[in-house]
């Protein structure tokens, strides 16, 4: 099965607008065993989506063309694939209906132009899940499809995952349910994890199910997604939880969550279980770790506040720097946990990217030093990760 | 003149990685009034790339091939593109030496990998700018040409600014000099600056010179660039500042800087030249501000501090409640200037989105409130970034 995505809109040629889109379907397709081997940005132009939707149709059996279904004139999506089927245009009235009721729900009325969003080419049919004012299409041409989904990312994302991605599976003759987790990993190099999982990898290269892939992803570590193919979803959940056991197995607590979690939800959910409230200093980090934490924790129930200052850690050398500002965070708010990131003083001599990690976990002190790469943006993020990741070592 | 991008590299196709260089080219060839109709991906594979780069090189005059110049087995834009000039790789040994020398200095040995970036299609040109160990490739087919950038941003950016833009517009038979200002604005919406502007943007598109654009940029505030063409840099540079002081006139003072300038580094400049400190207080903002002021001003010169924390408004209503929390980080760090963004007390009832701004500038005090859009994470940065503009108002 061959699948191209084509986006449609001036404005990504012009790049006023970075095409996620086709990246993020992309990374799907791949995960569902879908062959994509070419993506195409294109204007709102009649002949030119003509060409690059007919060529992408006669190179594949499935075009997903992305965009151009607004209520404006520039959005003509509908009208090029109607001509491409040889087909007219046909007004839904149940979608005008869903569409003036989504209007009325929020206060305002339904225009003439959005009425234009209802055109459906005859013999296509409108994706059932409608998140947005434009249905998505599934238009069958032979045995090949072109489906159209609206730019808006999220509407995007839902008509793939709820129709498009179940119907390209059963069109190829695939029955299995593929699902896949993601376990993050903070700690290790890739080629320090490949290298921990090779035999692993080499094992289920044989087996062929589930797969491993790697997927650095920065300042927020090193992703290992499995994926799983299976006749039911109760055998592919069992096949994700066993070899999730299996790699944190292999991993061990370099593993910090998986799937959505993020270095900061784990830490406090862990704080949160255990009753206990953290504080933090930031001269180094100025604010990047707050930012984080209290994006999470809204109500500052568990990070209960930071102080963001060049000096508290003056009088102190070498990790107990680390100590002195977590020390004061602790002391300043009252918490059980303070916590802090702080250079060496200057006349440290020490080498630089070097970083003093600090933790006060009730009246027990810890402290390391991580050497760091990067420009300072790249210093500061990668300081709170690793003081975040050094006091959910500690927790757990 | 006519140009397309080809973005090379099955991580593109994939998923793991966006493809923003597209993005950032089709931009630059905007500006430079050259039309680019097609934007393609394409994977590591040599007829398909083969095949993009023709059909590409068939409907342009000049062709961007981004990314496959690296020293691995899977870098062959070199090889696809001696293959379409019917011409054998040519090795460079002068770039072999300049390779093997940015090797040594950052004290690594070159490997013969390395060596393969030398290739050069005979008739073929090295683009004389190399900021890494690619060298771009300048290759003229007939009255075409083709371009191969590697795939590092910064190393394709450089080689466009200094060698593809300038050539590309020889070709095109324009001699002028294009330059360009960016007016960074905030506190109005792109169709009340549409407004403002109506009359100004008649007579330019009946000048035809400069000309100006408006892009969005959410949280950044709206930008108008302003296009300037001429014979020469100097004028270009005159007829750039006499439109930024026109629209500066037109606009008043939602301007809040030019070009690189942001909310922060403008505000600190003021501070700075007013001999002036700041401290800030973010309970609602939890560390955004913090993050913004000090990822600036590193040695914390004139931003002296933050407190975080849910509490130090508690007691306050209305728009005391900002100015409170303004006091409250002025006091802490014996600062000259305190400044605090805050939700309203549940109690208060106020419409969702309100944000009190408070402010204490020496011993005067100043407050207002704003209505934000957004989810949480937009808020916090819109009151950030509203603060801050409220203050550089104060200081002007």
Known sequence: MRCEVVAIGSELLLGQIVDTNSSWIGEQLAMFGIDSHFQTKVGDNFERMEFCIRQALDRSDAVI??????PTQDDITRDVIAH????????????????????ESRGRRMTDNNRRQADIPAGAEPIPHMPGTAPGLYCPIGDKVIYAVPGVPYEMREMMETFILPDMQRRSGQTAVIRSRTLRTWGDSESGLAEKLA?????????????????ASGIEGIKVRVTAKSEDEETAAQILASEEQFLRNLLGDIVFGIDEETMETVVLD?????????????????????????DIDRNME??????????????????????????????????????????????????RG????GIVLGNQEYTEHVALPGDRNRLRNYAVISVMNFLRRLLS
């Open 302 to 351: 568990v990070f209960k506040g930071a102080v963001i200052s060049a000096g508290h850690a003056e009088a102190a050398v070498g990790e107990d720097r680390g100590l002195a500002a977590a020390r004061h965070a602790k002391e300043t708010y009252g918490t059980d946990v303070g916590v802090a990131a702080v250079l060496p003083d200057p006349s440290e001599g020490a080498r």
């Open 199 to 215: 035999d692993r990898i080499d094992q289920l290269d044989s087996i062929g199910n589930p797969t491993l892939a790697f997927l």
């Open 65 to 70: 063309c992305c965009g151009g279904l607004g």
């Open 270 to 294: 862990s704080l949160r279980r255990q009753g206990m409230t953290l504080a933090v200093a930031e001269s180094l980090t100025g604010g990047v770790m707050s930012s984080r934490l209290s």
């Open 84 to 103: 491409i089927m040889g087909v007219e245009l046909v007004r839904d009235e149940a979608i005008v209906d869903k569409i003036r009721h989504m209007f």
């Open 354 to 357: 070097t970083v003093y990690l």
